[in-house]
């Protein structure tokens, strides 16, 4: 009965608002997320610009003005999600609630930390929204199966990491006590670094051994680098073998921000809530 009663109260224009804002099925809602887009965009290509100082010295204050233009566009577009939405916290504590947050928030902290502003390139995250835009149900659904591939290889990548943690501490250690610090490996942290550097076949070239028996446990990491990169694709894609690809809609439910539901679906499959 509460319930039925608290969707109620988002009738009217306040659910239209809320159409609009959230959901990309009707035009006026299109319109509104390409708009977004656009703005999105022009403010970190602002930032971007901004960050040249010949662009900065002859139109610092035209892109300062245009960086708290947007930051206002977007603080208001924030407000009315959080006014709209069926309830507030749901939204404020989402993945895309936290995003928000973070596209305006690096412009208020600029008042007091300097230079802070040029983290507004956050803001390309919210481009995420793209999907739902373009109606691109498919790679919503694409994206969801990828998402529960990751989530359900978590802990087997978590213990792929130990085990790399593991090998780089020994064979940095074991480096540092073949080179020394006379030939560049001046601690154990930093002859770890190197072996991160030449296990991940990054290969800087700041730091090199010169001893033979250096160079020989080198080209074992780099041969094991090679083998191991193979190990978290595997993982990954043996878990998107298994999870389901259907179709899905780019509805999100009004009352616990869910988004892959069924192309048919009228109820949240999350929480019961009529979409």
Not at 32 to 45: M, Q
Not at 128 to 157: C, D, E, T, W
Not at 182 to 198: D, H, M, Q, R
């Amino acid at each position: 009965m509460v319930k039925n009663q608290e969707h109620s109260a988002l009738t009217g224009w306040r659910r239209k608002l809320h159409d609009i804002i959230f959901e990309a099925e009707t035009p006026a809602g299109k319109a509104f997320d390409v708009a977004l887009l656009l703005l999105i965009v022009l403010s970190v290509l602002a930032v971007l610009i901004d960050s040249v100082p010949g662009i900065h010295i002859k139109y610092g204050k035209i892109l300062f003005v245009a960086e708290w233009i947007f930051t206002i566009l977007f603080s208001i577009e924030y407000i009315l999600r959080i006014y709209t939405t069926f309830r507030p916290g749901k939204y404020i504590f989402s993945f895309y609630g936290i995003i928000d947050l973070l596209a305006i928030l690096p412009s208020y902290l600029s008042l007091v930390f300097t230079g802070s502003h040029y983290l507004l390139v956050i803001r390309m995250l919210r481009l995420l929204r793209v999907f739902r835009v373009l109606k691109l149900a498919r790679y919503v659904g694409a994206s969801h199966v990828l998402a529960i591939a990751m989530k359900n290889s978590r802990h087997k990548i978590v213990v792929f990491l130990e085990v790399v943690v593991t090998m780089v501490v020994i064979m940095g250690s074991l480096m540092y006590l073949i080179e020394g610090p006379e030939n560049g490996f001046k601690s154990i942290p930093l002859s770890i670094y190197w072996a991160i550097v030449t296990l991940t076949t990054v290969g800087y070239g700041d730091i090199a051994p010169q001893t033979i028996m250096g160079q020989a446990l080198a080209s074992v990491i780099m041969i094991i680098g090679y083998a191991i990169i193979a190990v978290p694709t595997g993982i990954i894609s043996v878990e998107m073998a298994k999870a389901k690809d259907t179709p899905l809609s780019t509805q999100i439910c009004p009352d616990c921000h869910f988004e892959y539901h069924d192309e048919d679906a009228v109820y949240c499959k999350k929480c019961g809530s009529k979409l």
